[in-house]
């Protein structure tokens, strides 16, 4: 449990840092000062501070669902290696993707029940942005689970100890961190949230405490996916090793984010559908006959 509370602690403040700092990247990449780095530590604790407006017991419940189901996906995060693997007999990829399944749900129910048109077509793309990119991310996991006859997560981090996925299963390994943006949200694929569109989506009857909670959420969701690729893919490591690999995922993404457009929800779903998939495929086809790396 103290390794667990620990996966917490270091998921609000490393992801909470981080955004800042990408706030920071992205405003000098399009020529402004941007905000102050821990400017998403006041945000934060202000929202935190304030009452919020509750749309039903639906919605107050959803709140809560999304955030238990993305606190208890946190918590059984391994952070490079079995040393910091809070709970090394559940750490299993099913177990992960049906606890985080949980947290997504829940923030759907409680952002649909608000009543609000802009949060259910919010939502509405947000489901289809999932089918998008699960689809070719699952294809991907289900080869290197595979190829190493394990989905546990740790195993896998310790099968990596000569050479990383990323070199075994290129394909695969681009194809993951292609989905690894749209799990993010970051552009091209933000049009769930599009402020200018659809008034940030999911999230535009939140407030107060309300509207921090799904803050933190989306920080402890964001946290579990680029640990899930630095795990599986660039073979964790020790907890420092880790965090540096954390970062550079994290750096990369925003980069990306920073020069990209928009897509619309139709273009999302062909690019997904189109070469991600493809590549998935194929990278399945090595895997099978033993053509990897």
């Known amino acids: 449990m103290l390794k667990a509370m620990f996966n917490l602690v270091l998921a609000f403040f490393l992801v909470l840092s981080l955004e800042g700092i990408a706030r920071k990247i992205v405003a000098r990449v399009q020529r402004r000062i941007g905000p102050p780095w821990y400017q998403n530590f006041i945000d934060v604790f202000k929202a935190l501070s304030k009452h919020p407006f509750s749309n039903g017991w639906i919605f107050d ?66 489901l289809t942005q999932m089918l998008g990119y699960e689809l070719p991310f699952l294809v991907v996991m289900a080869s290197v689970i595979f190829n190493y006859k394990t989905a546990s997560i740790h195993q896998l981090v310790a099968l990596q100890s000569g050479k990383w996925n990323l070199f075994v299963m290129p394909l695969g390994a681009v194809v993951a961190f292609i989905s690894l943006i749209g799990m993010m949200g970051k552009k091209p694929f933000d049009i769930a949230i ?36 630095v795990n599986v893919f660039l073979g964790g490591g020790s907890l420092g090793w880790f965090l540096i690999k954390f970062v550079v995922v994290w750096v990369l993404a925003v980069l990306i984010s920073a020069v990209l457009p928009r897509f619309r929800i139709e273009q999302m779903l062909k690019f997904y559908w189109g070469v991600p998939l493809g590549l998935a495929f194929l990278n399945a086809l090595f895997v099978l006959f033993g053509l990897t790396l």
């Not at 709140?63 to 946190?74: R, S």
């Not at 990829?93 to 048109?117: H, K, R």
């Open 61 to 126: 419940f959803g709140v809560i669902m999304a955030l238990g189901g993305a606190i208890a996906t946190a918590m059984l995060m391994p952070l490079g290696s079995l040393k910091w693997t809070p709970f090394p007999n559940t750490d299993n990829f099913f177990v992960i993707v049906y606890l985080f399944t949980v947290g997504a749900l829940g923030m759907a129910m409680g952002m649909v029940g608000s009543g609000n048109p802009w949060a259910s077509i919010g939502i509405s793309r947000a």
């Open 194 to 229: 599009a402020p200018a569109e659809i008034a940030s989506g999911p999230m535009v009857e939140l407030s107060g405490k309300y509207l921090g909670l799904l803050q933190i959420m989306h920080d402890f969701s964001l946290f579990v996916e680029i640990s899930l690729f």
